[in-house]
Nanobody, 128 residues
Framework: QVQLVESGGGLVQAGGSLRLSCAAS????????MGWFRQAPGKEREFVAA????????NYAESLKGRFTVSRDNAKNTVYLQMNSLTPEDTAVYYC?????????????????????WGQGTQVTVSS
């Protein structure tokens, strides 16, 4: 069982930055791949970024490459999402999720249905 708690969301002006954190409970955090997803009002949930258990495999939504950076610290049971050059289109609730998977391709982590555990989400609002 893994419990996830996101933090770091808030209100920021366009062009600003935020760093989201996702703290996980459980001793087996280091075995889980972690993903970030977001959902804007009236829109479907979309993939943002993912990082495998070791941090050796990372992928991003194409539209976010270069602005967002995902990382993890297994010693702290925490995964991060650094978001730069934010625009109003980045306004959404951001969720982290965990999946236990071995020997899977990068595309596996982009599908929310594959994840086992989800946090409650943190609101990010970018003003113009």
């Amino acid at each position: 069982q893994v419990q996830l708690v996101e933090s770091g969301g808030g209100l920021v002006q366009a062009g600003g930055s935020l760093r989201l954190s996702c703290a996980a409970s459980g001793r087996t955090f280091s075995r889980y791949g972690m993903g970030w997803f977001r959902q804007a009002p009236g829109k479907e949930r979309e993939f943002v970024a993912a990082i495998n258990w070791s941090g050796g495999r990372i992928n991003y939504a194409e539209s976010l490459k270069g602005r967002f950076t995902v990382s993890r610290d297994n010693a702290k049971n925490t995964v991060y999402l650094q978001m730069n050059s934010l625009t109003p289109e980045d306004t959404a609730v951001y969720y982290c999720a965990a999946v236990y998977a071995e020997r899977v391709g990068s595309s596996y982590y982009t599908r929310g249905a594959n994840y086992d555990y989800w946090g409650q989400g943190t609101q990010v609002t970018v003003s113009s």
